[in-house]
């Protein structure tokens, strides 16, 4: 028996996605198999009256003992808890779709004249129009729970509602960082030693509060809950994202500590893209095994026995990787569909703090998340991570295959809304799944990753909005002819506004994902991209756009060979070799000419004459957010940023 883990935090509307593939792959094999959303699990056991009262409890008494010192707003939070803990559950019983008749109430600003982050009449206005009840009491419940998480940071500074400690865990060159915090004393812990030793009334205080986690209490107290249920051989702890890491070493401590005998297995996002080239042991403390890119054979590889795959262990003190450039996978075709049975899909909540309307959908709806083909077609863009297999290696099954999955999923969740969580999904996949869906006379709701190809004509995107397609997001990245040559994008802008006219035409709505800082790229080039935004926008081609600024991976065409953007790495360690020694190191390096022990991603680099990216950043969201509320198109482009 394997317990499949997704730690704290992800997403709080919908199951993420990596167990719900594992367990139902495994259970399809014969292999028993539980999963569980702990995340979701603990915010459903922390926004109750009881455990906010004792939060608040927990703030108030640092405030009296001089340990904490609260702000103007966060003095108005706590001197109106009781109006939060009177609300608290109630917010979450609507937000979970159990109650909808509360939108009456909740969406009158009225309601809500006692909360700190209330937005004004005329935002709402904008964003939900005057008969939108609904979706904007879901907008003002959401903002009553950040309210609420401003004060549980304030019991536990690495809570945050989608994430757990990722400051923390984000650039980490050693593990030491990671271990220092696993190896605090708990709360219980602190406790319990204040009963035991000799200290001053203050003292004890101090010492019970001042690192004391309530939140990690929670946490392990419904992980020992499903623990004892499932009596598990395998515990696999999927870190999808930075954000998952500590929180899912913290349940991997307490089962070395309490469950002697049951293994701990790690995997996911976070795992692929950071740790393949580790060197630092301290984590097989914790864990036993780290499998990397597809799950599904390392990990059945584990439970039944065989030669490992693609697998990192500790031998002889130091870190064996176990055979991982094989690439030996379960045929795509083969897989089951996901199963989300083991999850109480009643827990999830709509979080709407966003009136941006594409990335609503993010945080809002039940959506069945499942694959349309493994990996991208296209796989070439110099900035892509596409040396990892999970974006390199494509492989399409036949389209009554993917339908019948979604059948299955429909039947299992009673939810016909999907994201398809392709790296980009095929327009000819796509085209035939349209034509199955309307051959079927299924009524259903999705939405996708795609690339802004040539090949969505009018007609396709006709065909596929007739077959429930609401949405899409795709990268138009860079928009300057050379540049988007250069990150081998494969489009051009002129294509790209085309396939994103048929889009709109047909009300599909688009978002679109924007770049800055690309080696080379000149502060022409991004008030060109940003003036071409503008047009899009004004046009009515684009609802939704989010600029990043651009990252060296180690994984990617760029940060394996960064004279072919016009940059250069730049080592981390600079002390550590010489001129000549580096030199002699990236020829020979796997992936990157990083020397971090633990954690190796992002890469160094440096640009000839290369502009101050960081003035630009507050300037181009600003600017994008006054296109998508239609306004500020007669800004000249350089006002936007000081």
Known sequence: MILFVLPPLTQLNTPYPSITHLTGYLRSRGIEAEQMDLGIELINRLFTRVE?????????????ARELKLNKTLRIIVSNRHFYERNVEAVMKFLSGRDLQLANRFSDVRFWEDMHRLPDEEELEWAFGTSGKVDRAKYLCSLFLKNIVDVVQLVDEHFQLIRYAEKLCTYLTTFEPIEEEL???SLTEKLSLTESTELTEKASLRLALGNGNMIEELMLEIFETKMQEVKPDWVGISVPFPGNLLAGLKCAKYVKAKYEGVKIVMGGGYVNTELRQMTDTGIFKYVDYITFDDGELPIRRLIEGGELLRTAYLKDGKVEFAQMDVQENEKFGDLPA????????????????????????????RWNKMMLAHGCYWAKCAFCDTCLDYIGRFEACDVKIIVDRMETMIAETGNTGFHFVDEAAPPALLRKLAEEILERKLVVTYWTNVRFDKTYTAELCYLLARSGCIAVSGGLEVASPRVLKLINKGVTIES??????????????????????????????LYDSLGRVRDLFAEGLIQSAFWHRYAMTCHSPSGRNPESVGARHVLLHTEDLSLTEFT????????????????NNEIPFEVDNEPDWDRFTEGLNVA???YMRQTGFDVPLKRWFK
């Not at 035409?505 to 994902?513: D, E, F, P």
């Open 496 to 525: 790209a506004t085309e396939c994103m006219r048929n889009l709109s035409a047909n009300g599909i709505m688009v978002h679109t994902y924007l770049m800055y800082g690309f080696p080379t790229q000149t502060e022409k080039e």
């Open 183 to 185: 190896e605090k004393m």
């Open 338 to 365: 996901p199963t989300m049975r083991g999850l109480d899909l009643g827990k999830y909540i709509d979080f709407v703090d966003t009136t941006n309307p594409m990335h609503r959908l993010w945080s809002d709806g």
């Open 624 to 626: 994008t957010y006054n």
């Open 52 to 64: 906010l009262g004792r939060v608040f409890d927990l703030v108030e008494a640092r405030v009296e």
């Open 584 to 599: 002699e190191f990236t020829e020979k390096a796997m992936a990157s000419p990083a020397l971090n022990p633990f954690a």
